[in-house]
């Protein structure tokens, strides 16, 4: 499962020039696992937030330390009806990744991505790739031009 997930953003990012690297760890559940397994910041690495927006999946991503203010959310998107998706919510639209260890590659999923502004004030971000045991590095920038998320202020604190 988590192999297909993986290898799908390789080849995107292969197709497309961008330098990556992959990184075996410990097995990491969290984002601030990731990062304790990386030996790197919090504000590093890249957490995957799903929110459900009405009918529809989003994806918000925002650094490991921080959670997702449904209250920023509502402004964001102009709605009341904003709700952090539940692993059942969104299983089907990523069946190859291993839930909770899905890449900010939301446009791969045919979802649209959002991502906190404070997460672009880094050089470098790592993220899951696909697997609790594997993560992904690359440049925040190459990653931006690829994704075209929407940058918001989305994250509590």
């Known amino acids: 499962m988590s192999e297909l997930c993986a290898a799908r ?5 292969m197709t497309h ?10 097995e990491a559940f969290t984002a601030q696992e990731l990062a304790a397994a990386e030996h790197i ?8 937030v799903m929110l459900r927006v009405g009918d529809d999946l989003v994806m918000s991503v925002v650094q490991a330390p921080d959670h ?3 209250s920023k959310a509502r402004t964001v998107f102009g709605r009341d009806d904003i709700h952090i998706a539940t692993e059942l919510d969104f299983q089907e639209t990523v069946p190859d990744c291993e839930l ?3 890449p900010p590659f939301g446009h791969l999923y045919g979802m649209r991505t959002y991502v906190d502004e404070r997460l672009l004030d880094t050089d470098e971000l790592v993220c899951a790739a696909g697997s609790h045991r594997q993560s992904m590095r690359m440049a925040t920038g190459d990653w931006y031009k690829l994704v075209e998320p929407v940058t918001v202020d989305i994250a509590a604190g």
């Open 9 to 13: 953003v390789r080849e995107y990012l």
């Open 17 to 26: 020039g961008i330098g990556y690297e992959i990184h075996d760890h410990a």
């Open 41 to 48: 910041p919090g504000r590093q690495v890249a957490k995957v």
């Open 68 to 70: 997702v203010s449904i």
């Open 100 to 102: 909770g260890a899905v």
